[in-house]
């Protein structure tokens, strides 16, 4: 049996590309037991699963505030000792969350060990945990392994994806991601979705590289292609609208592609906090009857909306990045892509041959050059950058190629195993 356990999915929303997985998962395990370990009161499963998939809940959020603290104080004494270090002192702020991060951890634990007598576990079956995140949702994964080893479950694998947030230190508060080493520790196997995040967590740990690979997320086939069209040059972004995103950026590169008298236009596809401040962004830069907000878009629509809007290209600004699915997608749709050059993201885009690189520091005068570079190419060279971005997601992208990969490879299981 498989253990996965996530934040949320399929409840609510978000961890939208688990829903690429999910599928090759309950091929390859008889049983599949998601535990979603963030939810919230009133979330309901939204998303529908296989047959032989389970989802229990357990725990919730992290706490804030006056709980925060609370947690804190709680967590102190939770502590793993072989967790303690010299450098959690500095600044002092870190041993408190370190002690929040563990109380967190502890208090989904017992809310899931509950729910395991519901689960009718055999003493002597076997079972994989697989975590798809390296933070909260990996800590209580080692929690769950110990408890089903005493319970007589065989644990044969202990397995983590990571991503961004849970990857890079500097993403997380006070540049610091707590109780690093005793993951590495413990987990047979730690996987990054790229091969810049495989590097960075070898670089800062390199007593665990034989544990550390990479593993790219994967999409569907969507069959037919896009029909890209550069009449009008019509630029497509798919993001939350937060500020790593960096799109309240994008109405100014806009204007500026216009003013070099290209009939430029642009959609996004996605809300966020940032909605109010795209909007205004679009009307000092001129240009608010040239951009279309699109809003919340469900995943299983976003294809298909992009194909109908018949893009030049699909952009991604954001200052920080794994490899993301909305690059993957873009790309399985023969869609030429604009990026900046963090995480992942060279690993999707070679520069000049299926889209162009920016620099992470990018001016605008930057973006608008490498927009209009694609603008400006030849009908046939056009053509030929469309088929080199479906090439790279058919090589190094396709959920059928990548999914077996990464079960085989790092959960350890032929299809059907128990």
Known sequence: MLFLLTNSYPLAKGEEFIENEIDELAARFQRVIVVATQTRPGDVVTRPVPGNVEVITAGGPRPTGRAALLS????????????????????????????????HARTTEAELLA????????????????????????????????????????????????????????????????????????????????????????????????????????????????????EPFHIVSCASLLPVKRMTRMPEILAELRGRGIDARWTHIGAGPQTAAVEEAARNAGVSGQVGLLGHVGHDEILGTERDLHPSCLINLSSSEGVPVSMMEAASLGIPIIGTDVGGVPEIITDSVNGRLIPVDFTDIQAADALQWLAELPADTYQQVCRASRLTWQSDYDQAVVGPRFCAEALGTPAGAD
């Open 72 to 103: 804190a104080l709680r967590g102190l004494v939770r502590l793993p000792r072989n967790s303690w270090s010299r450098d959690l002192l500095s600044p002092p702020r870190r041993l408190g969350l370190e002690a929040m991060f563990e109380d």
């Open 115 to 230: 729910e395991l007598p519901s689960l009718r576990l055999r003493p002597d079956s076997h079972a994989v945990v697989y975590s798809y995140w390296f933070l909260d949702a990996a800590r209580v994964a080692m929690l769950l392994a110990d408890d089903l080893r005493a319970r007589g479950v065989m644990v044969d694998r202990l397995v983590s994806r990571a991503h961004g947030y849970d990857l890079y230190p500097e993403r997380s508060p006070l540049g610091h991601l707590p109780e690093r080493r005793l993951l590495l520790e413990t987990f047979d196997a730690v996987c990054p979705v790229s091969e810049q995040g495989r590097r960075s967590l070898v670089a800062e740990w390199p007593q665990y590289a034989a544990k550390v690979r990479t593993h790219h997320l994967g999409t569907p086939d969507p069959g037919q292609p896009a029909a890209c069209s550069r």
